[in-house]
């Protein structure tokens, strides 16, 4: 039997690329015997999504404004990825951790193919942004100007609202034996500037922050023409520190540390203690440097000296640091250069003659409604639903669980009406939601003055899970109505994320959902659940069987996944051992894949495509048997990742009518025929572009599909005549 390489530090090393495959004889043996190298290293996978960003940037096909978006996501995807998982190795490492990861790498092997990588891209980066995206936007009217290339009359502008308001803001810190380097917050801008005394002669270094509360770049008066905040205070250091000499001065961004971590002992008060984890993450350990490529080499190991880096944590580019200020210029209003804009529909079954809102819960007494975000409108079908169980006043309870939601959003406002009208309403809010810990402190609390009962999640797990509950007194008795969905409750990101959900009132459905938030907010040990599928109780293992049940039927079954991340080995196993039956498999994974498809003899029957677009990708869809054979439909808010199959409150919930069915097998078959924002893994784990011959989006034409919908909805039937 040939094997599957294994793991050659070196090659993962000297080549940042994922490892090449070869031919593998498996003679019955299971995938699990043949070593790490069927895995692809998840943090290398993440920058290869990365790297699917920058070619977006790239595209001259997209509008501009557009590709400055990509440069933007790419940029702050970044920053998490080194405050978590670049952090989470160089803990390891910290601890002395030198156990290898599913692929086979140690995480200070990961650490430097990382590094290798990231310097790749961020070399790849600058070069979209100063090569392509600048003279793109110039020509467009729209530009990114340089201090010294302004006239004096726009000088004299920006002069004067640095002396408005910049300048109050600024606190210049020097270094010198009664002054040690100062503390430098996570993500900050900062110059380095060195300092001289005309009359002792004496130099000294002094840091100023850019303040960060300020616009990142700072608007002309024409509209269309921007200077980086950075260069108007270089431009104006002698104010800072006058009758000194200003000698060299650079930028500088670091980036720390910043994953919330809690101690079971810290979690009596789980509100408390995410609060002082919150103080602490201010004060995480550095793990990156990045600098302007000009920088002095004297500057620069002194910066890495006073934030104890080294050479592999320091990334120089050319392009100004942190464009993830892009946004602003993304914001601009100019149409011609913005994808058409898009006005969700109203999802039919919720449209009522005139603009009176449907009476939803008559809808639903009748049928189950699938909402398809951005698609159908979040406002008048997620957001109405809540809005009009607030309102009613047969309405008891409303019960919902908020992992990241917007502080004005009107599902908020929503649950404080109905608190402070009498009903039992209860939030089960997520506070441990990577970097929107604060502002869910915030408005739980705001929550909790109206009356709300807040729960915040669980010791140990996150609650990761989207579901509402509305419990109202009908003629026949109490019923129950719910809505389970893939994606947060935030009207915000309903606009671009793409997600799906489910508005019902099927009894199985509302008796889990409740014995869900019941186990979330009180003290049970139920899992038997009558339809949900909840991790971590049931969730892996229940894949797990379907997956068995598959590979059983060989060549006859058939899995189709949609997710955002697929990491797990035991499920990536379990999907080999399925290919190796025969099944054919087809998967949709928008950001990191460790699977490696298509290698002979491992995973031959299976394809891999990411589809990355206008709207970010997020439904998580479930398909398993339907060809001649029973159909299982899932959707949820569980990726494939150890994390939420072991460590989140995650749900699965079916979708058994008909044509509900055949609405979610739609997107399934258009996201997999998409050859235009579509990329296919291969088996040596690189992306490459689905070559485009028939020119569809999956975005494009479920548009038209929710147009074509409304349409139908809006028209009036036809009136027979009959022949006389």
Same mark, same amino acid.
């Given at each position: 039997?040939?094997?599957?390489?294994?793991?050659?530090?070196?090659?993962?090393?000297?080549?940042?690329?994922?490892?090449?495959?070869?031919?593998?004889?498996?003679?019955?043996?299971?995938?699990?015997?043949?070593?790490?190298?069927?895995?692809?290293?998840?943090?290398?996978?993440?920058?290869?999504?990365?790297?699917?960003?920058?070619?977006?940037?790239?595209?001259?096909?997209?509008?501009?404004?557009?590709?400055?978006?990509?440069?933007?996501?790419?940029?702050?995807?970044?920053?998490?990825?080194?405050?978590?998982?670049?952090?989470?190795?160089?803990?390891?490492?910290?601890?002395?951790?030198?156990?290898?990861?599913?692929?086979?790498?140690?995480?200070?092997?990961?650490?430097?193919?990382?590094?290798?990588?990231?310097?790749?891209?961020?070399?790849?980066?600058?070069?979209?942004?100063?090569?392509?995206?600048?003279?793109?936007?110039?020509?467009?009217?729209?530009?990114?100007?340089?201090?010294?290339?302004?006239?004096?009359?726009?000088?004299?502008?920006?002069?004067?609202?640095?002396?408005?308001?910049?300048?109050?803001?600024?606190?210049?810190?020097?270094?010198?034996?009664?002054?040690?380097?100062?503390?430098?917050?996570?993500?900050?801008?900062?110059?380095?500037?060195?300092?001289?005394?005309?009359?002792?002669?004496?130099?000294?270094?002094?840091?100023?922050?850019?303040?960060?509360?300020?616009?990142?770049?700072?608007?002309?008066?024409?509209?269309?023409?921007?200077?980086?905040?950075?260069?108007?205070?270089?431009?104006?250091?002698?104010?800072?520190?006058?009758d000194m000499m200003i000698g060299e001065h650079y930028a500088f961004r670091v980036t720390r540390n910043a994953d919330l971590a809690l101690e079971e002992d810290e979690a009596d008060d789980l509100l408390s203690a995410v609060e002082m984890e919150l103080r602490r993450r201010r004060f995480g350990r550095a793990v990156r440097?990045?600098?302007?490529?000009?920088?002095?080499?004297?500057?620069?190991?002194?910066?890495?000296?006073?934030?104890?880096?080294?050479p592999d944590d320091t990334y120089a580019t050319d392009a100004p640091l942190d464009l993830g200020g892009l946004w602003a210029v993304y914001a601009l209003d100019r149409p011609d250069l913005h994808e058409e804009a898009w006005a969700p529909m109203t999802p039919p079954p919720l449209a009522n003659a005139g603009n009176e809102?449907?009476?939803?819960?008559?809808?639903?007494?009748?049928?189950?409604?699938?909402?398809?975000?951005?698609?159908?409108?979040?406002?008048?079908?997620?957001?109405?639903?809540?809005?009009?169980?607030?309102?009613?006043?047969?309405?008891?309870?409303?019960?919902?669980?908020?992992?990241?939601?917007?502080?004005?959003?009107?599902?908020?406002?929503?649950?404080?009406?109905?608190?402070?009208?009498?009903?039992?309403?209860?939030?089960?809010?997520?506070?441990?939601?990577?970097?929107?810990?604060?502002?869910?402190?915030?408005?739980?609390?705001?929550?909790?003055?109206?009356?709300?009962?807040?729960?915040?999640?669980?010791?140990?797990?996150?609650?990761?899970?989207?579901?509402?509950?509305?419990?109202?007194?009908?003629?026949?008795?109490?019923?129950?109505?719910?809505?389970?969905?893939?994606?947060?409750?935030?009207?915000?990101?309903?606009?671009?994320?793409?997600?799906?959900? *489910?508005?019902? +009132?099927?009894?199985?459905?509302?008796?889990? #959902? =409740?014995?869900?938030?019941?186990? @979330?907010? !009180?003290? &049970?040990?139920?899992?038997?659940?009558?339809?949900?599928?909840?991790?971590?109780?049931?969730?892996?293992?229940?894949?797990?069987?379907?997956?068995?049940?598959?590979?059983?039927?060989?060549?006859?079954?058939?899995?189709?996944?949609?997710?955002?991340?697929?990491?797990?080995?035991?499920?990536?196993?379990?999907?080999?051992?399925?290919?190796?039956?025969?099944?054919?498999?087809?998967?949709?994974?928008?950001?990191?894949?460790?699977?490696?498809?298509?290698?002979?003899?491992?995973?031959?029957?299976?394809?891999?495509?990411?589809?990355?677009?206008?709207? *970010?990708?997020? +439904?998580?869809?479930?398909?398993?048997?339907? #060809? =001649?054979?029973?159909?299982?439909? @899932?959707? !949820?808010? &569980?990726?494939?990742?150890?994390?939420?199959?072991?460590?989140?409150?995650?749900?699965?919930?079916?979708?058994?009518?008909?044509?509900?069915?055949?609405?979610?097998?739609?997107?399934?078959?258009?996201?997999?025929?998409?050859?235009?924002?579509?990329?296919?893994?291969?088996?040596?784990?690189?992306?490459?572009?689905?070559?485009?011959?028939?020119?569809?989006?999956?975005?494009?034409?479920?548009?038209?599909?929710?147009?074509?919908?409304?349409?139908?909805?809006?028209?009036?039937?036809?009136?027979?005549?009959?022949?006389?």
């Amino acid at each position: 039997m040939s094997a599957l390489p294994q793991p050659s530090p070196g090659s993962a090393l000297d080549a940042p690329e994922l490892r090449d495959s070869t031919p593998v004889e498996t003679d019955g043996v299971g995938p699990e015997q043949l070593g790490p190298e069927r895995f692809s290293n998840r943090e290398l996978s993440w920058l290869e999504f990365g790297a699917r960003l920058l070619e977006l940037a790239e595209d001259g096909r997209l509008p501009l404004l557009e590709r400055v978006k990509f440069l933007a996501i790419f940029s702050e995807g970044l920053d998490e990825f080194f405050q978590v998982r670049v952090a989470g190795l160089k803990d390891q490492v910290e601890a002395g951790v030198r156990a290898r990861s599913p692929d086979g790498l140690r995480p200070t092997e990961a650490l430097r193919a990382i590094a290798s990588r990231v310097r790749q891209l961020v070399e790849r980066q600058s070069r979209a942004f100063v090569d392509h995206i600048l003279p793109a936007l110039s020509q467009a009217g729209i530009t990114l100007c340089e201090w010294a290339s302004l006239s004096s009359d726009d000088r004299d502008f920006l002069v004067d609202v640095f002396e408005r308001q910049i300048f109050p803001v600024l606190t210049p810190l020097s270094v010198d034996p009664g002054h040690p380097f100062p503390y430098i917050s996570n993500l900050s801008l900062n110059l380095i500037v060195r300092v001289g005394d005309p009359v002792s002669g004496e130099e000294r270094v002094a840091r100023v922050k850019v303040p960060p509360l300020l616009p990142r770049f700072v608007m002309l008066p024409d509209g269309e023409r921007f200077v980086p905040l950075e260069q108007i205070i270089a431009s104006q250091l002698r104010k800072l520190f006058p009758d000194m000499m200003i000698g060299e001065h650079y930028a500088f961004r670091v980036t720390r540390n910043a994953d919330l971590a809690l101690e079971e002992d810290e979690a009596d008060d789980l509100l408390s203690a995410v609060e002082m984890e919150l103080r602490r993450r201010r004060f995480g350990r550095a793990v990156r440097l990045e600098v302007a490529a000009e920088m002095s080499d004297d500057m620069r190991d002194m910066l890495m000296r006073e934030l104890d880096l080294e050479p592999d944590d320091t990334y120089a580019t050319d392009a100004p640091l942190d464009l993830g200020g892009l946004w602003a210029v993304y914001a601009l209003d100019r149409p011609d250069l913005h994808e058409e804009a898009w006005a969700p529909m109203t999802p039919p079954p919720l449209a009522n003659a005139g603009n009176e809102p449907a009476d939803l819960f008559a809808v639903l007494r009748e049928r189950d409604v699938l909402v398809h975000h951005p698609y159908d409108s979040f406002t008048t079908s997620v957001e109405a639903f809540i809005t009009q169980a607030a309102a009613d006043p047969d309405v008891l309870a409303i019960k919902q669980t908020l992992y990241r939601t917007s502080g004005d959003s009107p599902i908020v406002a929503s649950l404080i009406a109905a608190a402070e009208s009498g009903k039992q309403v209860a939030a089960v809010v997520e506070l441990k939601a990577r970097f929107d810990e604060q502002a869910n402190i915030l408005w739980a609390r705001a929550l909790e003055e109206a009356g709300v009962h807040v729960v915040y999640g669980l010791v140990g797990l996150k609650t990761h899970s989207k579901a509402a509950l509305v419990v109202r007194r009908e003629a026949d008795g109490i019923r129950r109505y719910c809505h389970l969905g893939t994606g947060n409750y935030n009207p915000r990101t309903a606009r671009q994320y793409e997600d799906m959900g *489910l508005l019902s +009132s099927d009894p199985d459905l509302g008796a889990d #959902v =409740g014995d869900l938030f019941n186990f @979330l907010t !009180g003290y &049970s040990r139920n899992v038997s659940y009558r339809k949900l599928i909840v991790a971590p109780l049931s969730l892996r293992t229940r894949i797990l069987e379907l997956i068995e049940a598959e590979a059983a039927a060989g060549p006859d079954g058939h899995i189709a996944i949609k997710v955002n991340g697929l990491t797990d080995p035991e499920v990536v196993d379990a999907l080999y051992r399925a290919s190796a039956a025969g099944v054919p498999i087809e998967l949709v994974v928008r950001g990191v894949c460790c699977l490696r498809p298509g290698v002979p003899g491992l995973s031959e029957t299976i394809t891999v495509r990411s589809v990355v677009g206008r709207f *970010l990708e997020h +439904s998580r869809i479930y398909r398993f048997g339907g #060809v =001649g054979r029973p159909l299982t439909l @899932l959707l !949820g808010s &569980s990726d494939l990742m150890e994390r939420n199959l072991d460590r989140r409150i995650e749900l699965l919930f079916p979708i058994t009518d008909a044509e509900l069915q055949a609405r979610v097998l739609e997107v399934m078959e258009l996201v997999l025929a998409d050859d235009t924002n579509a990329w296919m893994l291969g088996p040596d784990g690189h992306w490459a572009r689905v070559p485009c011959t028939a020119g569809l989006s999956v975005q494009r034409r479920l548009q038209e599909l929710a147009r074509d919908r409304a349409r139908r909805r809006r028209e009036p039937e036809p009136i027979a005549v009959q022949a006389v």
